[in-house]
């Protein structure tokens, strides 16, 4: 055990870990995190907060985190390289660390072309796997990128990302590979719709033992409507959505859609749950948080279990 982490003390334990996220607010008012994070509160282990997702400017992942500790709620830390060199993120580790976060999330970041600053430079020092490598560095070692030591180490249970999904497919195995070697302790994968070709790329983490070094969360999001399928099928670069899936969300009535698009999510765990390696799932209703609650019992993830 390297942290006082909750969602650590789950997976070490064995059981099935929940997770979920949710965005923080485009303005300085708290109560919107805390409405989602009440929402998401007795169905899951942990929450992600997202630092400024898909390049678009909001309340900071540190100060959203904060707000949902004093809820009652572990956060998730996500940090993204693009925004930060070195001594910022090192810095900002630190504050986490001294707010008393217990989970930090590891990312490159969307270019910033797609947000709402298409001009911006990025920073991208590092990217997510020298980040991994930072943080158990400045954890296990006691000492910054510079070589000077820390006064007091941050004790982080650190994650980071996987798309199974994204081009060139063999390559995805690989870079999961580097990012164990770089000292990953748990992985949230890009939303899974195509199970086929996740079932190939977790025998492949099988294959070479990587799933009894990192826990794998598989990702899971709630379709709304045959819109929504459509844009994350045509516009969200990484994402697999088969054309099946998208028929049969749009051979149900329409007041009946979001309805069935519960129903996936709730077959995709269970499938999830049967896959060998697969040690929990990490939830991201798009701000429809209050969904959770449902699909977490329909799946049968309720309660959630207690730390021994």
């Known amino acids: 055990m390297t942290s006082d982490s909750h969602l650590e003390k789950i997976l070490e334990q064995g059981d099935f870990a929940v997770t979920s996220e949710c965005g923080p607010p485009r303005g300085v008012d708290p109560e919107s995190i805390r409405k989602k994070g009440e929402l998401l509160k ?82 991208y020092d590092l990217d997510s796997i020298h980040l991994i490598q930072t943080v158990k560095q400045m954890r296990d070692e006691g000492k910054f990128l510079g070589g000077d030591e820390l006064k007091g180490v941050p004790r982080l249970f650190i994650g980071a990302a996987a798309n199974p999904f994204a081009d060139p497919f063999d390559f995805r195995v690989l870079r999961l590979a580097k990012k164990v070697a770089a000292g990953v302790q748990f992985i949230q994968t890009q939303c899974i719709f195509n199970m086929e070709r996740f079932s190939t790329w977790m025998q492949q983490v099988r294959d070479r033992g990587l799933h009894e070094k990192v826990h794998i969360l598989g990702g899971v999001t709630p379709m709304k409507s045959v ?82």
């Not at 948080?289 to 449902?294: G, K």
């Open 42 to 123: 007795e169905s899951v282990d942990a929450v992600n907060v997202t630092d400024n997702q898909t390049s678009v400017v909001r309340m900071s992942s540190l100060s959203s985190g904060v707000i949902l500790k004093q809820a009652g709620i572990e956060p998730v830390l996500q940090m993204v390289t693009r925004d930060r060199n070195r001594i910022a993120i090192q810095s900002d580790i630190l504050g986490a660390a001294a707010l008393g976060f217990n989970n930090i999330l590891c990312l490159s970041g969307d270019h910033q072309k797609f947000g709402d600053h298409a001009t911006a430079k990025n920073v």
């Open 227 to 308: 819109g929504m399928a459509n844009y994350m099928k045509k516009m969200v670069p990484g994402m697999d959505v088969p054309d099946e899936l998208i028929a049969r969300i749009k051979g149900v009535d329409k007041e009946k859609r979001a309805e069935e698009g519960i129903k996936i999510a709730v077959e995709t765990i269970q499938q999830l749950k049967e896959i060998e390696g697969v040690h929990g799932v990490h939830i991201m209703a798009i701000e429809w948080e209050e969904m959770v609650p449902v699909i977490t019992e329909q799946a049968g993830l309720l309660p959630r279990p207690e730390v021994n």
